[in-house]
């Protein structure tokens, strides 16, 4: 995967490009649809047309419309958002454009930029920069979710606890109660069991400096990642699953209040 943020003298853009596993239609229905969006990113719904509505559910109460500006199944999709960049910023729509190709070996390339016309604003600089660090963790889930899960509906599980910061220290906490052995910093690594935790197995498929993302077995299949972020003025630990199959929904619902408990006790409060 490579992502780069670019700027010239009118234009700021961000370029991913990724190879994944799948045929341009699997790859399709999960980059160009809601239940496929909402299986790697977040709950989305998609009028599937030019001129058509998205809304991707972001956090809670955060919202991110846009339209649908290109709609070529299956190889391209586009769309443009015009409020957002924050209130009191004045700034022109941003653009993001999906071009699936297809490769050798069952394989696609997928490409995605997301520009704008740019003021030269500092603010700028550091949206472009937090989706540069925030669409690696999602990417990953993309290539997990077509890897093992292409065509599924997932369960989402998602918890969280506030912690007064700052991030690195949030996150490291989140960590060590995690995994007090530290198995869980290193990619290939096995989950080992650890007191107090609700049942989980798995092993690491992405370990960085915000996140750590599992190839989940147990208590049902999917993938999940810790991390941290900025959240009103403090920083919000979370643990966002995906799981699969018959047990999904079930496993989901049981499973929250146990992670959601075990986030607050382990996580410090926020003051």
Same mark, same amino acid.
Request: charged letters at 25%; glycine letters at 10%.
């Given at each position: 995967?490579?992502?780069?943020?670019?700027?010239?003298?009118?234009?700021?853009?961000?370029?991913?490009?990724?190879?994944?596993?799948?045929?341009?239609?699997?790859?399709?229905?999960?980059?160009?649809?809601?239940?496929?969006?909402?299986?790697?990113?977040?709950?989305?719904?998609?009028?599937?047309?030019?001129?058509?509505?998205?809304?991707?559910?972001?956090?809670?109460?955060?919202?991110?419309?846009?339209?649908?500006?290109?709609?070529?199944?299956?190889?391209?999709?586009?769309?443009?958002?015009?409020?957002?960049?924050?209130?009191?910023?004045?700034?022109?729509?941003?653009?993001?454009?999906?071009?699936?190709?297809?490769?050798?070996?069952?394989?696609?390339? #997928? *490409?995605?930029?997301?520009?704008?016309?740019?003021? %030269?604003?500092?603010?700028?600089?550091?949206?472009? =920069?937090?989706? @540069?660090?925030?669409?690696?963790?999602?990417?990953?889930?993309?290539?997990?979710?077509?890897?093992?899960?292409?065509?599924?509906?997932?369960?989402?599980?998602?918890?969280?606890?506030?912690?007064?910061?700052?991030?690195?220290?949030?996150?490291?906490?989140?960590?060590?109660?995690?995994?007090?052995?530290?198995?869980?910093?290193?990619?290939?690594?096995?989950?080992?069991?650890?007191?107090?935790?609700?049942?989980?197995?798995?092993?690491?498929?992405?370990?960085?400096?915000?996140?750590?993302? #599992? *190839?989940?077995?147990?208590?049902?299949?999917?993938? %999940?990642?810790?991390?941290?972020?900025?959240?009103? =003025?403090?920083? @919000?630990?979370?643990?966002?699953?995906?799981?699969?199959?018959?047990?999904?929904?079930?496993?989901?619902?049981?499973?929250?209040?146990?992670?959601?408990?075990?986030?607050?006790?382990?996580?410090?409060?926020?003051?």
């Amino acid at each position: 995967m490579k992502i780069d943020v670019k700027r010239d003298k009118d234009t700021i853009l961000l370029d991913l490009e990724i190879d994944l596993p799948g045929s341009p239609e699997e790859v399709w229905a999960a980059i160009a649809t809601g239940p496929g969006i909402g299986c790697w990113f977040v709950p989305a719904e998609v009028e599937e047309r030019v001129g058509g509505a998205i809304v991707m559910h972001l956090l809670p109460g955060i919202d991110a419309p846009a339209t649908v500006t290109a709609w070529e199944p299956p190889r391209r999709f586009a769309y443009e958002e015009r409020d957002w960049a924050g209130p009191g910023r004045d700034a022109e729509p941003l653009a993001t454009e999906f071009v699936i190709e297809a490769q050798r070996g069952g394989t696609c390339r #997928l *490409r995605m930029v997301t520009s704008c016309f740019s003021s %030269g604003a500092d603010w700028e600089d550091e949206f472009f =920069e937090g989706m @540069r660090k925030g669409w690696g963790p999602f990417f990953t889930n993309l290539v997990l979710y077509l890897t093992g899960f292409s065509g599924q509906r997932s369960v989402v599980l998602d918890a969280h606890a506030d912690h007064p910061g700052p991030l690195d220290a949030a996150f490291e906490q989140l960590l060590s109660a995690l995994d007090p052995s530290g198995a869980v910093r290193s990619e290939g690594a096995e989950l080992p069991r650890a007191e107090g935790r609700p049942p989980l197995a798995g092993v690491v498929h992405r370990a960085s400096e915000s996140d750590v993302i #599992l *190839r989940i077995t147990e208590p049902a299949p999917g993938y %999940g990642m810790f991390t941290a972020y900025p959240w009103e =003025e403090k920083v @919000r630990a979370s643990f966002q699953a995906h799981f699969f199959g018959d047990d999904a929904e079930r496993v989901a619902r049981e499973q929250k209040p146990l992670w959601e408990r075990w986030l607050t006790e382990r996580v410090r409060p926020a003051e």
